[in-house]
């Protein structure tokens, strides 16, 4: 039995079809009894986004940043969808995702209200 820690970039999470292999890769060591740490960063696109839209809502472009919002709020639910089943998961994942959209869009409006991005923010966001 071996300690093993798998890290998978923006590509190896950026659809669901990615992660599914993803989920395959890590299932497989479990199987042969590895203890696994697995670390994953966001879906290929999504800090682009995340720092693109907080930029929009420092130059003042409200709608900028609230269809960057829906754009993530629709990519991570197709995933949610595709990738988990509908027994309870699936919502409370949703739920969850949605919170952190949420929280997104209420520090853009914060980075809207002060017209603009500071590096403390920025490195919230």
Known sequence: ????TMK?????????????QVVEIVHSELKQGNQTVVVVSAMSGVTDTLIQAARMA???????????????????QEAINRLLPPNGVREKTAGQTN???DEFVQVCQAINILGELTPRIADSV
Do not use: C, K
Request: net charge neutral; aromatic share 8%.
């Open 8 to 20: 998978f970039g923006g590509t190896s999470v950026g659809s669901p079809q990615a992660i599914s």
């Open 58 to 76: 420092g130059q003042g472009n409200r709608w900028e940043y609230l269809a960057s919002a829906q754009e993530l709020r629709d990519r991570h």
């Open 99 to 101: 919170a952190l959209i």
């Open 1 to 4: 039995m071996a300690l093993l």
